[in-house]
Structure formats: C-alpha cells, structure tokens
C-alpha cells in the first residue's frame, strides 16, 4: 500500500510539475503579446485634429450669350491643419473669396466645369483648393469642403 501511495505522489508531483511549467512557459508570450500590444497602443499617436473655416456663401451667375442663365450658390468650409492657420485663414478670408469668385466666374462662364448642365462638383474642390493655396501657402490648406452646392435655372 505504501509502494501505491508513494507511486501515486511522486505521479501527482509529475504532472502537477509539469502543468505548472506549461503554465508558465505558456503565459510568457500571452504577456510578452500583450505587452507588445500595449508598447503598440501608445506608440499610435492620436488622431491628427483639424480646424474648419466656414466661408459665406458664393453666389455665382453663369452668362452666356443670352445673359445670366444660372446662378451657382456654394458654401465652402476650408480644412487647415491648426487654430493658428485658422485664424490666419479667418483673417485673410475676403481675399479668398474674392480670389474663389475672379477665378470661378471665368470658369464657370466657359463651362468648362459643367457636363451634360450638372457642375463637376469634384473639379471644383481641386480649383478651389489651388486658389486658396495660392492666397494663404500651399502647406496650410489641407482640403477644401464642399457642405452646400446649389445650381438655379433663371
């Protein structure tokens, strides 16, 4: 009885031993993993922020040889990158819309962003973008938003 007994413990003591050191051998890559996760969590920087411009809305007439023919209402919001350019962008905003309504009219005149009578929305932003580059630098204008597009037949 006691040869069982004795078999039995140094048995338990075996496998006891051996999930013991299953256990930690299998716990130090799930905490090596999971501290890697969170070295990956800090490392990740937050989201960039972003300010916005509202402008107020342009109002375009389209001519042709018969006259006015539309009118074109925009409402542009101007991304920048910091509030620091946004109150530059704030100050210079009449000169951006009077640099968006010398170069829009022309445009617009010509048709050459309306196809088949319906604005190519997407060429605009790209226009704007590039006029408000030139009035304020290019590295301060991240995008030109678009929040109103609105063409009335005369």
Same mark, same amino acid.
């Given at each position: 009885?006691? /040869?069982?007994?004795? &078999? ?11 999930? +013991? ?10 905490? +090596?993993? &999971? #501290?890697?996760?969170?070295?990956? /969590?800090? !490392?990740?920087? !937050?989201? #960039?922020?972003?300010?916005? %411009?509202? &402008? ?5 007439? $389209? ?8 009118? $074109? ?10 509030? +620091?350019?946004? #109150? ?18 022309? %445009?617009?005149?010509?048709? +050459? ?8 929305? !997407?060429?605009? /932003?790209?226009?704007?973008?590039? %006029? ?5 630098? *290019? *590295?301060?204008?991240? *995008?030109?938003? &678009?929040?109103?597009?609105?063409? /009335?037949?005369?």
């Amino acid at each position: 009885m006691n /040869k069982k007994l004795l &078999l039995s413990l140094v048995a338990f003591i075996m496998l006891g031993g051996g999930a +013991a050191a299953a256990y930690f051998l299998m716990q130090k890559p799930a905490i +090596a993993a &999971l #501290e890697e996760g969170e070295i990956a /969590k800090e !490392e990740k920087t !937050e989201p #960039e922020s972003f300010e916005f %411009v509202e &402008l107020d809305p342009l109002i375009l007439p $389209i001519v042709d040889k018969k006259g006015v023919t539309q009118v $074109i209402s925009l409402v542009v919001v101007i991304e920048v990158p910091d509030v +620091a350019i946004k #109150e530059e962008v704030e100050r210079l905003s009449p000169r951006i819309k009077d640099a968006y309504i010398r170069d829009m009219y022309g %445009v617009l005149n010509d048709r +050459a962003f309306i196809k088949g009578g319906v604005l190519e929305v !997407e060429m605009i /932003k790209k226009r704007l973008k590039k %006029v408000s580059s030139e009035v304020v630098g *290019d *590295d301060k204008i991240r *995008d030109v938003l &678009l929040q109103f597009v609105k063409q /009335k037949p005369i």
